[in-house]
């Protein structure tokens, strides 16, 4: 909180930034005192819009035109001057009451969702991987030479993969090596896993491959979820007039286009509900643009990150109260045996 900012500053900020989000024009003193504050004069106004750009939350691009809002400002509005919203609630809760074959599925449905109650472009990507546990890994004989492995966990079925057995292996043989499997593997989760090390004994020299076989597919696992990344409405950005400007629609593309910087933008602290990125006060990918995600969760299970890109400019209120209404609709919609 600003000690700096009277009442009367906080309402004459957010009054221009509510107004530069329903239309980007430069704004002046006296729009603002005919629509929000007509008990105060014009000449009182413009003397505190002047206090504010000494401050840096305004910026007035020519010397003529009225305020516009600075990073700064935003990251005020939103920290301080936001009461919960009401998001697109019947649309949302149109497209949850279906169920879905896969956490996928969902997922690319979520994104969907968001990017058309927003209109912005939406993202989601997993995370939390390493807490996946795992319940069981079954071995299916296929009778030639080979086994099927199926690994599953407390997400469903993690993943299953064709193995070759040792020449000679028999059901006996099947049988031990899945004992010895779920042993070690159940009730494990994947960061456990992930620091396994092989027994030395040598009646385990036998069961040696499989045992690799399955690390390896929890591996395989880790690294392709934590490198999906979903987008939804990348064009949305045309529909606003900061697509007029080449600059921005060029560091848009070039930040979408980047999976590893929007993961790392996305992590984001996992101790907040909503973690907002304004413009380059946070990375300078995202100069004149802003980032919101919250995490969410299906049958209470952190699963990854939802979140809106779109201009510096957005209806901060309203991409927080789609999000926040999401989570209680991802949470009924995941009573899914989901993949």
């Known amino acids: 909180m600003d000690d700096r900012l009277s009442d009367r500053k906080k309402r004459v900020l957010k009054a221009l930034v509510d107004s530069y989000i329903s239309d980007p ?10 629509k929000y504050m007509p008990e105060v004069s014009s000449a009182t106004i413009r003397s505190e819009l002047a206090t504010l750009e000494e401050l840096g939350y305004l910026v007035q691009p020519h010397v ?4 516009v809002p600075s990073s700064k400002a935003y990251r005020f509005y939103v920290d301080c001057m ?6 697109d609630v019947e649309i949302m809760q149109e497209r949850f009451d279906k169920n879905f074959g896969s956490v996928e599925e969902l997922v690319r449905n979520t994104a969907k969702v968001v990017s058309d109650a927003t209109n912005y472009t939406s993202l989601m990507v ?6 996946v546990v795992v319940k069981e890994v079954k071995l299916v004989d296929l009778l030639d030479g080979n086994a099927l492995v199926v690994i599953i966990t407390d997400s469903g079925v993690l993943k ?30 994947i960061a456990e896993i992930q620091h396994y090390e092989e027994p030395m004994e040598r009646s385990f020299q036998a069961y040696r491959a499989l045992f690799r076989h399955v690390v390896e597919m929890i591996e395989e696992y880790r690294t ?7 987008l939804e409405g990348e064009d949305k950005i045309f529909e606003y007039p900061e697509s007029r400007d080449v600059d921005n629609v060029r560091s848009f593309v070039s930040i979408i286009s980047k999976k590893e910087k929007l993961h790392d933008l996305v992590k984001g602290d996992g101790n907040v509900e909503f973690d907002v990125k304004i413009g380059d006060e946070e990375s300078e990918d ?26 510096q400019r957005m209806d901060y209120k309203k991409v927080m109260s789609v999000l926040r209404r999401l989570g209680g609709a991802l949470d009924d919609g995941g009573d899914n045996d989901n993949g």
Do not use: W
């Open 25 to 34: 024009q430069p704004i002046s003193s006296s729009a603002i005192q005919s």
């Open 286 to 311: 995202l100069k004149n643009m802003a980032l919101v995600t919250a995490k969410y969760t299906i049958d209470g299970k952190e699963v990854g990150h939802v979140g809106v890109i779109g201009p």
């Open 160 to 189: 299953d993969k064709m193995v070759g057995l040792p020449e000679g292996a028999d059901g006996g043989y099947i049988e031990i090596a899945g004992k010895l499997l779920n042993s070690t593997f159940a009730g494990k989760n």
């Open 64 to 67: 003529s035109s009225g305020r």
């Open 224 to 230: 392709s979820r934590e490198s999906q990344l979903y």
């Open 82 to 87: 936001l009461d919960e919203g009401c998001g």
């Open 126 to 131: 997993f995370s939390g991987t390493e807490k």
